[in-house]
């Protein structure tokens, strides 16, 4: 556990941290030749959940495929994260019990309003993860999350160009973001590491 150190650490000071270069480029391919041959199976998102559930595409415009987390997928990535979630546990107690993750796929021009990862009335949502899979992204293509920082920053925001192989981790009840319109299709593979509901 203790090659997590920093992004413990940062958890700790800031809420938040980015990772470049968790996956490298043939892992991120490989990934995305995934989403290739799993593309029927992905449905458009929504917000809210149980009976608040809603499709509202002047929210949110992605579509997704929730994975089981014994997917059999070609880079073991779902196997890292859950080194992650050990992590996070034996050093900050967290209680997080699972992770849920699916992929996400924005069109161009697709977004995704401000809003906070927190589900209101349930608190099982810890810890937000991001992990980009755009192969040669530019600044100038667009599709950054933007992060909302605290208030004691004075309204200043955290934006993310979504290179791939970054993993961007934050604290879910904590920072609300967006994503930014994009002028290409944006992928990633998104979830949350979960405490069980009190």
């Known amino acids: 556990m203790s090659g997590y150190n920093t992004v413990v650490q940062a958890l700790v000071d800031e809420g938040k941290f980015v990772w470049p270069g968790f996956l490298n480029p043939q892992q991120v391919a490989a990934l995305r030749a995934d989403m290739d041959a799993l593309q029927a199976d992905f449905r458009p998102a929504g917000i809210g959940r149980e009976q608040g559930y809603q499709r509202d595409i002047s929210i949110r415009g992605d579509e997704v495929l929730w994975l089981d987390n014994d997917a059999p997928l070609a880079v073991p990535v779902l196997d890292q994260l859950e080194e992650l979630r050990q992590a996070f546990n034996a050093s900050l107690y967290l209680g997080l019990v699972e992770f849920e993750a699916h992929f996400a796929v924005y069109p161009a021009g697709g977004f995704y309003q401000r809003h906070l990862d927190q589900h209101r009335n349930a608190d099982t949502r810890v810890v937000t993860f991001v992990l980009y899979l755009n192969e040669d992204w530019q600044d100038s293509d667009g599709g950054q999350l933007r ?27 904590r920072f609300e973001h967006e994503v930014l319109p994009a002028t290409r299709e944006r992928r990633s593979l998104t979830g949350w590491f979960r405490r069980r509901p009190v």
């Open 147 to 173: 992060i909302y920082l605290d208030s004691q920053d004075h309204g200043r925001t955290q934006d993310v160009t979504p290179h791939g192989g970054t993993l961007v981790l934050f604290l879910s009840d």
